[in-house]
């Protein structure tokens, strides 16, 4: 039976920026949109055609491939497609397959246009679609606090659950923020509290807020990206998501918020791993990695957003793992804190990735605890990361190691030597724990250790030093005349490693100017950032060198997705035929930047070049 007026009305007040209209415009709409009936695999329209219009997904799914028939992306119910070829001339920049029977609503160009002009909230939601962006990026390459409440409301600890409920209907929200006379955030109360707490519970209504409220919640800062959000959000079961700044309340984020971010690949993954019931569970989540990394290159996400989606997978893997062994072996005996180092710990997996782990204990801890519980709980978890495809390390760098599942108390006395000691273990040792950054656990056991590391290296010049030195051991392929140099015997002649001469030269500059510098950040491209507002590099270096750092890792990463949609294993070594001429003198361009700034490092003018 064909679709009402009345059907499609209802179900336009259910997506967004359709919802943002007025009624009155919402009932002309509902009239003036086509309906297309497509069977199952049947095809929507292909590369190049001249597009009838905006497709949105009233029922059943759609694949969105590629010019290699590669599928960029799944889209279920209230996503739209085809509007990136619309808006630029007309034509299809991909192909478009029903997965399934499907019902689409079809906007024409001429609609779309008018309501591009008319309406800001369509005009600000097509705008961001006019880049190359899969749907990952939809929610990823925005940052929450343009999509977060920026005045959310609040109540008092001292207010009624009765106020607070009424407040609550009164308003038409689910959750009150709650705050002190400062303003700093101490609490949230839910309709779901208020249910489970106050209802089942049979408490009266004049009980106080700060009785049944959450104290503490979980909170993220504005300058985190949708991402951490929706993954937060999945792994702890969470609906609400105060944002706060500095201690203070700034905004909040519902899951009505992220309703236009539908089916976010790499959010599902951190789902099922969340409730996985072992590591050959969480196995099945991560063995969707490689396809993920082809979905997200394929729909031109940047590097950054890739490695840390991918991370963000190895992270709750990891904290999944710590809380089944937890229930396997019971409650810790004392605080520790479980930290990644590597890529992981600079947020930088790619398609191909080892474990690098340790952990910190609380100095309460005695060896019985030490050689049993802790030995038995790191590997657990190290061998459900191998399980899970995160091989171990070939270089023991895992707390399965007993000189890496130590007290803090010893973790300090090892950064102290490290920095007293720069022998070539000691560098060796710092390149990687310079690196750490906490995944599960009591993360105060961190804190005070990395900013009296960071502060005691900087003010070491003979370890910087060495460190310098230790960081130009790995170089750029380029040859005495700066032409590209493979490498020339093995398994992997006349390819280029764009791994170990390739991003790792760049990671390690980044890591000396975090240590100049005193930066925390542990991620490579933040850290340049960082060292670019705080002097350590100018700002025509640090620009140079983020361009430089992003054509290797694009190219990187693009070079590993070409292979999984081969059938084949992700690698690191690019054969330089595969490249276009412009292509080869644009990355050979850029190792020559990397080597500049080796050069400048080595001759103690990194900061100023």
Known sequence: MPLTSAQILHFLKSVHPYDALPEADQEDLAGQIGVWEKASGEGIYQLGDDLPGLFLIYEGTAEIRDKNNAMISRLGIRNSFGERGLLLDGCAVTSAYSAEPTILLVFSPEII????????????????TQKPRSRENDLTAIPIESFM?????????????????????????????????????????TVRDLSFKVLASELPVETLVEAVMTANPITLGPAAIGSDLLHLMMERRIGH??????????????????????????????????????AEEIA??????????????????????????????????????????????????????????????????????????????????????????????AQYV????????????????????????????????????????PDPE?????????????????????????????????????????????????????????????????????????????????VDLARIYALQGQISAVNTRARLEEARETGQLSK???????????????????????????????DNFLQPSSLSDFERAHVRDAFVVVKTMQSAVGHGRGMLS
Request: proline share 5%; with cysteine.
């Open 149 to 189: 409440a920026s005045n959310p409301l609040t109540c008092r600890p001292e207010d009624t659950v009765k106020q607070a409920a009424q407040q609550m209907r009164d308003a038409r929200v689910s959750s009150l923020c709650v705050t002190d006379d400062d303003g700093r955030l101490i609490g949230i109360i």
């Open 382 to 421: 190290c061998d459900g990361l191998n399980t899970s495809g995160y091989v171990y390390c070939p270089g023991d760098m895992m707390a399965t190691n007993p000189r890496w599942t130590q007290p803090l108390a010893v973790w300090k006395s090892y950064f102290e030597g490290w920095i007293n000691k």
């Open 241 to 278: 998501v105060p944002i706060v700044e500095g201690g203070h309340l700034v905004g909040m984020v519902t899951q009505t918020d992220l309703t236009r971010f539908q089916a976010i690949s790499s959010a599902e993954l951190v789902s099922q791993i969340a409730t996985a019931k072992d």
């Open 426 to 506: 000691a560098q060796m040792l710092s390149s990687v724990m310079f690196d750490l950054r906490p995944i599960g656990g009591d993360t105060s056991l961190f804190e005070n250790l990395q900013t009296e590391t960071l502060e005691a290296s900087s003010r070491n010049s003979i370890f910087v030093a060495h460190m310098v030195s230790n960081s130009l051991k790995h170089t750029p392929p380029l040859s005495l005349l700066r032409g590209l140099a493979t490498i020339r015997s093995g398994e992997h002649k006349n390819t280029l490693d764009m791994k170990h001469n390739g991003v790792v030269p760049v």
């Open 284 to 377: 099945q989540a991560t063995a969707r990695i490689p396809n993920l990394l082809v979905q997200l290159v394929a729909g031109g996400s940047r590097h950054e957003i890739v490695t840390r989606l991918i991370t963000d997978i190895a992270d709750a893997a990891t904290r999944r793992l710590l809380s089944l062994a937890e229930k396997t072996f019971g409650p810790p005996p004392v605080p520790y804190l479980w930290l990644a180092c590597g890529s992981q710990g600079r947020r930088e997996q790619t398609g191909v990735s080892d474990q690098d782990n340790c952990l910190i204990l609380h100095d309460s801890v005695t060896e019985t605890d030490r050689e049993g519980y802790f030995s038995e709980l």
């Open 540 to 570: 025509s270096g640090a620009g140079d060198l983020l361009d430089a750092y992003d054509l290797i890792a694009e190219t990187r990463i693009q070079h590993q997705a070409d292979l999984v949609k081969q059938g084949a294993e992700p």
């Open 113 to 128: 246009a008018g309501l591009i002009a008319k309406y800001q909230p369509v005009a600000r939601f097509f705008d961001r």
